[in-house]
């Protein structure tokens, strides 16, 4: 089974609203990771949050990261149709070595 | 910089037939990875190594062998396709950061068909 789970599984909104996507895991991590795939491309990395951390911020994105409830959040504020993609969240688990666990994504499409 | 580069983009195979799948990267990165990524899945790990001259296994490791004779290459095997490793595989690195694994560098991805 997945270590993380996200949800919605797809989201569509209008450019200019705020997109938010949550992401859930099973075990202890040391940190959690949001990715972004444009179609038929790689992934590209997003941000980092550390279990330490309850929330982070870089340009348009806001995520958040609640260790009790074992959930993340990643909201994109005033997307733009080149936000659309698919986005994924990744946990490094504790004690798990080096290497990330990826959850199924949420594909996001903004609209003009 | 060429970041993660991936060969080939795109191959079909037929069942039974083996191939070798290159991963180059100039980032001198000690970590790689190998992912493969199919529908409604997310991404899953095969193969990895944590450094030059050793791997170590994922989570769907079976069918699959990798070697990481230099540091700056990953190559991902198959030794006998079969349809159910009909995929994307996806190639990333990471630079070492202690305790904590840090982002991934993803190649654009190679596209395998088996029939």
């Known amino acids: 089974s997945q270590q993380g789970e996200e949800d919605p599984q797809a989201l569509s909104i209008q450019e200019g609203e705020n997109a938010t996507m949550n992401c859930s895991y099973k075990?202890?991590?040391?940190?959690l990771q949001w990715y972004r795939q444009n179609s038929g491309r790689g992934l590209v990395h997003l941000i980092l949050?550390?279990?330490?951390?309850r929330e982070k911020h870089s340009g348009r994105l806001r995520v958040t990261l609640d260790t009790s409830k074992k959930s993340s959040s990643l909201l994109i504020t005033a997307s733009r149709a080149a936000d659309t993609a698919s986005y994924f969240c990744?946990?490094?688990?504790?004690?798990?070595?080096?290497?990330?666990?990826f959850g199924t994504g949420t594909q996001l499409k903004v609209e003009l | 910089n060429a970041g993660v580069t991936q060969t080939p983009k795109f191959r079909v195979l037929k069942t039974g037939q083996s191939m070798t799948l290159l991963c180059a990267q100039d980032?001198?990165?000690?970590?790689m990875y190998w992912y493969r990524q199919d529908p409604g899945m997310g991404l899953r790990l095969i193969h990895y190594?944590?450094?030059?001259?050793?791997?170590a296994k994922g989570e769907v490791p079976d069918g699959y062998n990798v070697s990481r004779l230099k540091k700056q290459n990953f190559l991902l095997g198959l030794e006998s396709a079969a349809p159910s490793q009909t995929s994307v595989y996806f190639c990333?690195?990471?630079?070492?950061?202690?305790?904590?694994?840090?982002?991934?560098?993803f190649g654009e991805g190679s596209r395998l068909t088996v029939l």
């Open positions: 980032m001198n990165h000690e970590y």
């Open positions: 190594s944590v450094g030059e001259g050793t791997t």
């Open positions: 075990t202890s991590i040391n940190n």
């Open positions: 949050i550390r279990s330490n951390e």
């Open positions: 990333a690195s990471s630079y070492w950061q202690g305790a904590y694994t840090g982002e991934l560098f």
């Open positions: 990744a946990t490094a688990v504790t004690g798990g070595g080096n290497k990330l666990t």
